[in-house]
C-alpha cells in the first residue's frame, strides 16, 4: 500500500508564494511519475502538474505554466509544488497524486492524498 501525505497549503495574498510538499511512503516501486491536481468547488477537477521520478520529464498546465514548479526529492520520497504569482483562481483543494508514467507527459494516477487547502485572496 501507499501513503501519501501533503503539507504546505495555507492562506496567501495574490502575488505570494507557497510551497506544497508531498512525502509518500509504502511499497512505490511500481510507481514512476506523481503529480499535483487541485479541485475548486463549482469547477471541474484540474492537474497541475506531473513529473516523472525516473528523469526530469515534467507536464504543466497553461493556467500555471512559468508560476509553479514541480521537483521531487527521491531520497527523501518527497514531491514539491512551488507556487509562484499566485492568483485568486488558484484557489482550490490541492491533491497529491502517484502512478504510473504515460503518452503525453500524464501520470495514471492510482493513488490519491488526503488534499491541502490554498486560498489566495487580498
Known amino acids: 500500500q501507499v501513503q501519501l501525505v501533503e503539507s504546505g497549503g495555507g492562506s496567501v495574498q495574490p502575488g505570494g508564494s507557497l510551497r506544497l510538499s508531498c512525502a509518500v511512503s509504502g511499497y512505490t516501486q511500481s510507481l514512476n511519475c506523481m503529480g499535483w491536481v487541485r479541485q475548486a468547488p463549482g469547477k471541474e477537477r484540474e492537474v497541475v502538474a506531473n513529473?516523472?521520478?525516473?528523469?526530469?520529464?515534467?507536464y504543466y498546465a497553461d493556467s500555471v505554466k512559468g508560476r509553479f514548479t514541480i521537483s521531487r526529492d527521491n531520497v527523501k520520497k518527497t514531491v514539491y509544488l512551488q507556487m509562484t504569482s499566485l492568483k485568486p483562481d488558484d484557489t482550490a483543494m490541492y491533491y497529491c497524486?502517484?502512478?504510473?508514467?504515460?503518452?503525453?507527459?500524464?501520470?495514471?494516477?492510482?493513488?490519491w492524498g488526503q488534499g491541502t487547502q490554498v486560498t489566495v485572496s487580498s
Open positions: 513529473i516523472y521520478t525516473g528523469g526530469s520529464a515534467t
Open positions: 497524486a502517484a502512478g504510473l508514467w504515460q503518452y503525453g507527459r500524464r501520470c495514471g494516477y492510482k493513488y
